[in-house]
């Protein structure tokens, strides 16, 4: 659904400590799912993905983890720093579509 | 460059003016395409182009709205006869083909008053 800036969920993390920010799809036919992270004032910049045919992947200090039964997607930051402050997007794609849906957004802030 | 590169970065027009926004996508990228961010919300999808072509035009919101890619690298959305809620950030991405990872812009702030 769609929320406004003040309702955007926000999640509060001291540094140093592990994030796990959520993501629900509704989509069952999405097979290509992308995290995204977005400072103020720039464009989304692409952190990890993962196709269907996985449940976990992982990157630097970052984890993807994909529930297909329950369409549910994390991303896992080790070691969370200031500079991780932003609002993190999950995207979907399914075969065959030309573009990507996201949803609302999630306001991460880290404590210092 | 080595990006997606978009200009103008901040566009302020009056009402019912014409805009036009430039992308430049990562070179040899076939996939191009345009997303409109308003404040609070995540991007939602425009158009797609697949080398010059517009594959998928279903996302622009009206026929004020248009855009072109005619030599398959750089594009151009363009925007007649601007409102005011057409004030948002306009981000354009590519990727190397339909399908893979998509790479954005920082995106063109237009702001219609």
């Known amino acids: 659904g769609e929320s406004v800036g003040l309702h955007l969920p926000t999640l509060s993390v001291q540094e140093g400590d592990n994030s796990i920010i959520n993501c629900a799809y509704s989509?069952?036919?999405?097979?290509?799912f992308i995290w995204y992270k977005q400072e103020s004032g720039k464009g989304p910049q692409f952190i990890i993905d993962?196709?269907?045919?996985?449940d976990k992947r992982q990157g630097q200090r970052v984890t993807v983890l994909l529930n297909k039964t329950v369409k549910h997607l994390s991303l896992q930051i080790a070691a969370t720093q200031p500079g991780d402050s932003a609002v993190y997007f999950c995207a979907e794609n399914n075969a065959g579509a030309n573009n990507l849906f996201f949803g609302t957004g999630t306001r991460l802030t880290v404590i210092p | 460059g080595a990006g997606v590169s978009q200009t103008p970065s901040n566009k302020v027009t009056e009402k019912g003016k014409y805009v036009e926004l430039r992308c430049d996508p990562i070179s040899g990228h076939t996939a191009l395409y345009w997303y409109r961010q308003s404040l609070g919300q995540g991007p939602e999808f425009l158009i797609y182009f697949q080398g010059t072509g517009a594959a998928d035009d279903s996302g622009l919101p009206n026929d004020r709205f248009f855009a072109v890619r005619p030599e398959g690298s750089v594009s151009t959305l363009k925007i007649q006869r601007t409102e005011r809620g057409d004030s948002a950030v306009y981000l354009c991405?590519?990727?190397?083909?339909?399908?893979?990872?998509?790479?954005f812009g920082e995106g063109s702030w237009l702001t219609v008053v």
């Open positions: 993962i196709r269907s045919n996985m």
């Open positions: 991405a590519s990727s190397s083909d339909s399908g893979n990872t998509i790479y």
């Open positions: 989509n069952s036919a999405s097979d290509y």
